[in-house]
């Protein structure tokens, strides 16, 4: 699986933000697609996900209810839809994509990852 993201830029906090990652491959339609984040100096963190067949999502705690992920099949995209922003979330944005089924939220369970994409909230 090949993955491409966009869609990341600067913004002021309480804007928004869409990112968006093509998704390719024999195998797209059988994975799931999700995003880690990562901030300087800290460790890869979960954001959110999406299984193969949109049926289960999962949110970390500290996006939930602000951000929003979503599946196009017809294009294998995935979407992460970014309100309320804060500086806190401020990272590398990092396309994931994994086979492992259930709420896979460390960065080992993904055997897939595209290049990241800079998200930057300013206060």
């Known amino acids: 699986v090949q993955l491409q993201a966009s869609g990341g830029g600067l913004v002021q906090a309480g804007g928004t933000l869409r990112l968006s990652c093509a998704a390719s491959?024999?195998?797209?339609?059988?994975?799931?697609l999700g995003w880690f984040r990562q901030a300087p100096g800290k460790e890869r963190e979960f954001v959110a996900s999406?299984?193969?067949?949109?049926?289960?999502?999962y949110y970390a705690d500290s996006v939930k209810d602000r951000f929003t992920i979503s599946r196009d099949f017809a294009k294998n995209t995935v979407y992460l839809q970014m309100n309320s922003l804060a500086p806190e979330d401020t990272a590398v944005y990092y396309c994931?994509?994994?086979?492992?089924?259930?709420?896979?939220?460390?960065?080992?369970?993904?055997?897939?990852w595209g290049q990241g994409t800079q998200v930057t909230v300013s206060s």
């Open positions: 994931v994509a994994t086979s492992t089924t259930g709420w896979a939220r460390h960065p080992y369970d993904y055997g897939y």
């Open positions: 491959g024999p195998s797209v339609s059988s994975v799931a």
């Open positions: 999406i299984s193969w067949s949109g049926g289960s999502i």
